[in-house]
């Protein structure tokens, strides 16, 4: 059992993944899955032990984050931080800065774009959001090209989590990304700072949630290819910059290597990647949402996830002519309590 846990992990690549970075970061991504199933016991319980495992699953989480980032500071302090290559480059405190605004920045606008939407998991959204990961990685190994120093361009595989961010709404899209970033620092890792690991994995991959932030507008409802398209924008861009600013502030040694006059020239050249992957999300997740039958399904799938307005009951219709769904708000005294998915009540 000890060399279990001291032997190094070696990925489907063959790239090494040292054991003081691959347990912490495995027992983080089953920390967070469970926080996930926790928050879905939530409505099949009682109250007063609905708000313990809630926090019961915050402090988990927290604790397991708190664990995962301090091992990799000490592989950071025992490997790297004296090598004379990329230490030269770590000890900028932009490097912390841009992590922990990137960090706050993100959490505002889930908040504030999704506060019509929960982080409560139903039997539905658990099942849809443990097939999208599944789907997702994956995917991610059918890669038309990968780089030398990470990063690699797939077939489309942010596709699936996308769809569910586009459907169960961006909080749970949140959640969902974060797990799947840290699964990506097991599948392709290149860690060297828990800083760099923060930008390059959790922030950017929790970023694919951005993919349903113009779902809700109004003025989009009939054109669902365009709101899609324009929160994978939105996904792209946001994971471009946490990308570029770990590029700039933990591996500018590969651009004086490539001898490139500017640090911040080489990582936006060289993280330029992440647009030609969200381009081919873009073209294939077009296609799905011009299909009416597509369409259809995903408006069925949003029906129990809408967050009602005090005072009032939503329901959704589907308009066949234009592929999309209308969203009608009738006055009426409503149980807000009274919105759990109605498959979990037949299950009971």
């Not at 909080?171 to 060297?192: E, F, N, R, S, T």
């Not at 924008?233 to 040694?253: C, D, E, K, P």
Request: aromatic share 14%; proline share 3%.
């Amino acid at each position: 059992m000890n060399n279990l846990f001291t032997l190094a992990v070696t990925t489907a690549d063959g790239d090494t993944l040292p054991p003081l970075l691959f347990w912490p970061i495995l027992v983080l991504f089953i920390t967070m899955f469970l926080c996930m199933f926790l928050i879905y016991l939530k409505n099949r319980i009682n109250q007063q032990v609905a708000k313990a495992l809630i926090f019961t699953a915050i402090i988990i989480c927290v604790a397991a984050a708190i664990v995962c980032l301090s091992l990799i500071g000490t592989y950071y302090s025992k490997n790297i931080k004296d090598d004379g290559y990329y230490s030269n480059y770590l000890k900028s405190a932009a490097l912390y800065v841009s992590a922990v605004c990137l960090v706050a920045l993100s959490i505002a606008i889930v908040f504030s774009v999704g506060r019509h939407t929960t982080f409560e998991f139903n039997s539905r959204s658990v099942a849809f959001a443990a097939v999208c990961i599944a789907m997702s990685f994956a995917l991610s190994y059918v890669r038309l090209f990968k780089l030398p120093q990470g990063g690699s361009v797939t077939l489309a595989s942010l596709l699936p989590i996308m769809i569910f961010s586009y459907i169960f709404g961006i909080k749970k899209g949140y959640l969902v990304g974060i797990i799947y970033g840290v699964l990506q620092a097991i599948q392709d890792p290149y860690i060297v700072h828990p800083a760099q690991f923060l930008l390059d994995y959790p922030i950017a991959f929790s970023a694919i949630a951005f993919a349903g932030v113009f779902c809700e507008i109004q003025a989009l409802k009939k054109l669902p290819q365009v709101s899609f398209m324009l929160g994978a924008i939105f996904t792209g861009i946001a994971r471009y910059i946490t990308h570029f600013l770990s590029g700039v502030f933990a591996f500018g040694a590969y651009a004086v290597e490539s001898e490139y006059s500017s640090i911040a020239l080489y990582s936006a050249a060289y993280n330029s990647f992440v647009f030609v992957d969200i381009v081919i999300v873009i073209v294939v997740g077009v296609i799905l949402f011009s299909s009416p039958a597509f369409v259809k399904e995903v408006i069925e799938r949003q029906r129990n996830r809408i967050q009602p307005v005090p005072g009032q009951a939503h329901t959704l219709e589907y308009d066949e002519q234009n592929d999309t769904v209308d969203i009608l708000s009738k006055s009426k005294d409503f149980d807000l309590t009274d919105h759990t998915d109605k498959s979990d009540k037949k299950d009971e």
